[in-house]
């Protein structure tokens, strides 16, 4: 996308994200992809005269969110000219880069942009030109990720504040935060924000616990939460013979932020086929993450020789709206991604999320204790576990479908979007 349209500059929107494609192995996580989706949509129904700019927050991202331009000059500006030489460590490096960067930030505020260094003015004029700076949902503040992307959004919130631009954020997870680094590198990323969006209510706690005034912070759940279903690929499978009429859907994934590894694949399948057996129905697995190395697809086929139930995989790339269809149309969910939990309560259909590590027991807890008869959160896969599950999915039938067990609503993002911008960009509502 140009810069330019008719030779007339346009208003511009930066918006950081996660749901980007990870180029050295294709790598891409579809509900992380649906909640940039949903952010580009709300914000085109908003402001439809405006560019929007997803900040990459590193050289290795792709976006692939139609009509949105990828800008790399947060991160040129992090890692310098890609031939340098760095002697000093990486971490280091990077600190003293962005203190660099906030620097040259207050220089060119105060007009002395002829004073700046070369290697960030393209940032400066990017950032004191946009409209607003906007976080779309994430879960960077949080012991995983706090020093890595959530340092890299914050540096871009200090400068925004420096440059006099507003910034607000959207479906952020902010926590587990039990260590000291973590808990200091989220308070000063989220400072400069003048409205904080969360994906969920202990989120909300968190982020009160740094210091966050109340005032500054809304539930907005996750932006995902509003993704419609295409149904269109799932008919495709139900004529192919490859999704049957009623079936349980599942999906898996091993890692370091779920806590599952290849070891786990025969207790999994245990659990897996005690659920399915419960309600007498297949497995089919759906991937939620795909990449050059399998992605999701893989840890499917590990677990799926254990079984002794039918299981299928749907191992093809489908959209995130597809696969939500998918999962739509299931009697039962079970799965270890928050998203797709996510996909699964928005849908409706009853799911069972498992986690290992706070990082997951975070994110899963919190969705649940919102659909609490629609969702279980349950830890490991001890044999307790197994009944829990199976006792869940026995039980669905009775819960309810339309909404109704949510106690606390979240704030629709075009609702937040005008509270914020009434109050202090009451220019671009004009």
Known sequence: MSDHAAGVSRPTILVAASGYTYRPRAACNQGDRAQLDATVQDLRAA????????VANSLNDGCEADGVEMSYRLAQCLTGPSDSHHRLPQGFSRAVRAAWLLFNAQLYRRGLRRWCSSGTVGLLEQVSQAD?????GAGVFNDR???SVGAVWGLLAHTARTLRRPVLATGQQVGP????????A???ALGPLDLLGTRDLSSLDVAQGLGIARSRLVFTGDAAWSLPSDPTE????????????????????????????????????ELFDAVAAAVDLPVVFVPMEYSTG???????????????????????????????????QAHVAIGISYHFCVFAVTANTPVVGIWRTPYMKHKLNGLAALKPRRMASLNGLRSEVIAAATSFVRGVDTAPTDGSDIDVQPVPMTSTLSRFLSSRVPAVLS
């Open 294 to 328: 399998g992605g999701d697809s893989a840890c499917a086929e590990l677990i799926a020789r254990d079984m002794h139930c039918e299981a299928r995989i749907l191992d093809e790339s489908m959209t995130p709206a597809a696969a939500k269809a998918v999962i739509a």
């Open 47 to 54: 402001f439809p005269a405006h560019r929007i700019v997803a």
């Open 177 to 184: 935060l039990d260590r000291r680094v973590s808990r200091v």
């Open 145 to 147: 990720f706090a020093t």
């Open 234 to 269: 799932a008919r495709a499978l139900h004529r192919s013979g490859r999704l049957p009429a009623r079936y349980v859907v599942a999906q898996a994934r091993f890692g370091p932020a779920t806590g599952f590894d290849q070891t786990d694949a025969p207790a999994l399948a």
């Open 132 to 136: 607003f700076v906007m976080f779309s």
């Open 186 to 188: 989220s308070r000063w």
